[in-house]
């Protein structure tokens, strides 16, 4: 079974442009979830996406924005890029719960984003 | 502060050794409790997870929570050279929109 692809797998911009990301979910999952991890601060939330509809949204600017197509992949677009949004931008799938509850993320391998 | 803290390290230890690995959080509202481990390149896997306070053993890895300390600890027993990775830690509370809140993660190297 194919895991979480992520495309590209790097990518460098300069300030002020845009840059977008992709995420193909495991086949059958229907949520895709966006985080940043840059260095030093761990994951950060950055969206959640089910069933074509935004869920949740972390503390993030509108300039991170995105969206989920009918195939349930997944399209993170980073606006007006600043040189803070350099970082490695994961995404992750998810269909089952544990029998707690909590849902079970996969992850991708990122994509890493550098911003000159 | 920041809502879940966790030693960056990096923290080295000879192969065989038992490591520890610890995070605290402040919000009261944690009620999943998950450790992940990521490879260098690679994106972050589950590894154990408790729900509430109480311990989960799985192999060399054993997951405690102590809630009433806010404090969770992940044992790995006779480590092993490809235990060397980043492990995260990670909580998300009922209703919080299926957020997960990350540690920062430890960095560790088991040595030959």
């Known amino acids: 079974e194919a895991g979480v692809t992520q495309s590209p797998t790097h990518l460098i911009k300069t300030r002020g442009q845009q840059a977008t990301l992709r995420c193909s979910p495991i086949?059958?999952?229907?949520?895709v979830y966006w985080y940043q991890q840059a260095l030093g601060l761990g994951l950060q939330f950055l969206l959640w996406?089910?069933?074509?509809?935004?869920?949740n949204r972390g503390n993030f600017p509108p300039r991170f924005s995105g969206r989920q197509f009918p195939n349930y992949s997944s399209e993170l677009n980073v606006n007006a890029l600043e040189l803070e949004d350099s970082a490695l931008y994961l995404c992750a799938s998810s269909l089952a719960k544990l029998a707690s509850g909590a849902n079970v993320l996969t992850f991708g391998a990122g994509s890493r984003l550098t911003v000159l | 502060q920041k809502e879940v803290e966790q030693d960056p390290g990096p923290l080295s230890v000879p192969e065989g050794a038992i490591v520890s690995l610890n995070c605290t959080y402040s919000?009261?509202?944690?009620?999943?409790f998950m450790w992940y481990r990521q490879y260098s390149r690679k994106g972050p896997e589950l590894l154990m997870y408790?729900?509430?306070?109480g311990n989960k053993e799985d192999g060399r890895f054993t997951a405690q929570v102590d809630k009433s300390s806010k404090y969770i600890s992940l044992f790995i027993r006779d480590s092993q050279p490809s235990d060397s990775a980043t492990y995260l830690c990670a909580m998300s509370a009922p209703g919080g929109g299926n957020k997960l809140t990350f540690g920062t993660g430890t960095q560790l190297k088991v040595e030959l």
């Open positions: 408790t729900y509430s306070s």
């Open positions: 996406y089910d069933e074509g509809e935004e869920r």
């Open positions: 086949s059958g999952h229907t949520s």
């Open positions: 919000n009261s509202a944690f009620q999943y």
